[in-house]
């Protein structure tokens, strides 16, 4: 029998990233969701979604070296190798004017933004090099291959007010991944980043009242993104069908952020 591919979606509790996790289940991934608390288990996640791939419920600290450590530890106990996809989309966002914003807060943000991708990609990548069995070698040296996908934002290329450390937090994200496809593509570990724009969930509908009426008439496409329209995508980024594609931000976006600054209305 096939060994079935293994990835690794992190914030996988809730919203986007869990409707990530599912996607890859239903792809026919073995799953494995990470997030600061795992209430659930894998197999009542399995029963709802329908799917007869593994599914483990992890708990881990991103922004922590030692616990993506042992993060990666226990999925090999568990697994017996390394997962073959990576998706970093654990995230925290704090609404704050620039002079008002803590200290405590930017630290936060860019700690688990930023620094939880760099650990994450850092343990993903040595773990492929060192425990996959190559596909192919080049020069001699393993070419164990792998994907990695970062959850970037609209922050990744427009300025958002009172967003100051989490857009500069998805920003610093986009170079990450661009320096991560640079320096991981000799063994051929592709990375890249997805770039939702407004896309309705629990957290976006508390956080603006009638959220869906106010971000549709500014998307082009007329409507606001769901959580399975991002969830596609990544695995769609990490498939087969975009084997050369490494290093590149993909705006999932209904073309919101396409949108020029204009006097004219009607765009």
């Not at 990835?7 to 991934?29: D, K």
């Not at 969930?201 to 869906?212: M, N, S």
């Amino acid at each position: 029998m096939e060994r079935r591919p293994l990835a690794l979606v992190s914030g996988a509790q809730r919203g986007i990233g869990l409707a990530i996790a599912r996607a890859f289940a239903r792809s026919g991934h073995d799953v494995v969701v990470c997030d600061l608390d795992a209430p659930r288990s894998g197999s009542a996640l399995a029963i709802d979604w329908g799917v007869d791939t593994s599914i483990d419920c992890l708990v881990a600290d991103v922004g922590v070296e030692r616990a993506v450590d042992a993060l990666f530890a226990d999925i090999e106990e568990r697994s017996g190798r390394p997962p073959d996809v990576l998706v970093n989309n654990a995230a925290v966002q704090f609404w704050s004017p620039l002079l008002e914003l803590p200290l405590t807060d930017w630290e936060t943000t860019l700690r688990v933004n930023l620094t939880g991708p760099f650990l994450m990609t850092k343990r993903f990548a040595r773990a492929r090099i060192e425990g996959a069995d190559p596909v192919e070698t080049v020069d001699g040296a393993p070419r164990p291959g792998g994907a990695i996908v970062n959850l970037g934002s609209g922050c990744n290329r427009l300025a958002f007010p009172k967003l100051v450390s989490y857009a500069a937090s998805k920003g610093g994200l986009e170079m990450l991944t661009k320096v991560s496809a640079l320096e991981l593509g000799p063994y051929g570990i592709r990375v890249n980043c997805i770039a939702p724009g407004s896309i309705e969930t629990e957290r976006t509908r508390a956080e603006t009242d009638g959220y869906a009426e106010a971000w549709s008439p500014l998307t082009p496409l007329r409507r606001v993104g769901t959580v399975e329209d991002v969830a596609d995508a990544v695995v769609a980024l990490t498939g087969e069908a975009t084997r050369f594609v490494s290093g590149e931000t993909l705006a999932v976006d209904g073309g919101l952020f396409a949108r020029a600054i204009w006097p004219q209305e009607g765009y």
